[in-house]
């Protein structure tokens, strides 16, 4: 598991979030020694997410594998069936905008735009 408490705050951001984008969530207060914070679902879609909140800015030029190793091996190792889709939304502290990471097996993808949603990621790499 990663250091210090759950950013209450930002899953809280991330909650209001979701319900913009026509999503419905059910936080994980059962077992909160798994890594994810909400499961969220609309019709037809579901996943499983982490929110994460890192101090400093985010070079456009780090691999977010270096900057979320733990979080990314602790979200893969979920013990959910592998088809279920995993996303990180990070964001620093003096952001308000989440970034939406899909996480795979052995990669993690930064969304850009996600039309279903009306999502578009201000800090998308070109």
């Not at 279920?84 to 939406?100: A, C, D, K, S, V």
Request: a neutral charge; aromatic letters at 14%.
């Amino acid at each position: 598991m990663t250091r210090g408490h759950r950013p209450l705050a930002a899953i809280r951001d991330a909650k209001r979030f979701a319900e913009k984008m026509g999503y419905r969530w059910q936080e994980n207060t059962d077992n909160p020694e798994l890594a994810y914070d909400l499961h969220l679902f609309k019709p037809g879609y579901a996943l499983l997410l982490k929110v994460r909140v890192v101090r400093n800015h985010i070079d456009p030029e780090a691999f977010y594998e270096d900057l979320l190793a733990d979080d990314l091996r602790d979200v893969r190792a979920l013990p959910f069936p592998a088809w279920m889709p995993r996303e990180i939304w990070l964001r620093t502290q003096h952001e308000r905008t989440f970034r939406r990471l899909r996480v795979y097996d052995v990669t993690v993808g930064e969304i850009g735009f996600w039309t279903p949603d009306e999502y578009v990621n201000p800090y998308a790499r070109d």
